[in-house]
């Protein structure tokens, strides 16, 4: 099927900007905890007869039932492109340049930038195995 594709894509919540500094160090150190937030977050895009809300690992399974050649070729886009030490630099400098008088309110801790990176590479493994 030819034609553009709008990204699918996670609103924010999965990086968990939502969670407390407790609870970041909580997810850090219990991996069901950790596993249990992947889990939960459902796409904003429904599927089947009854327009069910679905976890994004679900909905690009069922997306690749319909249009494997498509999702394939996507995802191995992605793993050959993945690159796991420039997120975490990425990560790790988001708030290089922030000026020094904003960093207390607004800078990422060490401890959130490292969950940043750990629930970007468990996303970026289970997209992985849906074609492998």
């Known amino acids: 099927m030819k034609g553009d594709y709008a990204p699918i894509y996670d609103s924010g919540?999965?990086?968990a900007r939502e969670k407390t500094e407790d609870a970041v160090r909580q997810m850090l150190n219990d991996r069901t905890m950790f596993d249990s937030f992947i889990n939960r977050g459902k796409s904003e895009i429904r599927w089947g007869d009854k327009g069910e809300k679905i976890n994004h690992f679900d909905l690009v399974s069922n997306i690749r039932m319909e249009f494997p050649a498509i999702v394939e070729k996507v995802i191995n886009n992605i793993i050959s492109l993945?690159?796991?030490?420039k997120i975490r630099n990425?990560?790790?400098?988001?708030?290089?340049?922030?000026?020094e008088e904003f960093r207390e309110e607004y800078a990422l801790s060490s401890q959130r930038k490292e969950l940043i990176c750990r629930l970007?590479?468990?996303?970026?493994?289970?997209?992985?195995?849906?074609?492998?």
Do not use: A
């Open 90 to 99: 990425i990560v790790f400098n988001i708030d290089k340049e922030l000026p």
């Open 120 to 132: 970007i590479n468990e996303r970026f493994l289970r997209l992985k195995n849906i074609v492998l």
């Open 13 to 15: 919540c999965c990086l």
């Open 82 to 85: 993945y690159d796991e030490n």
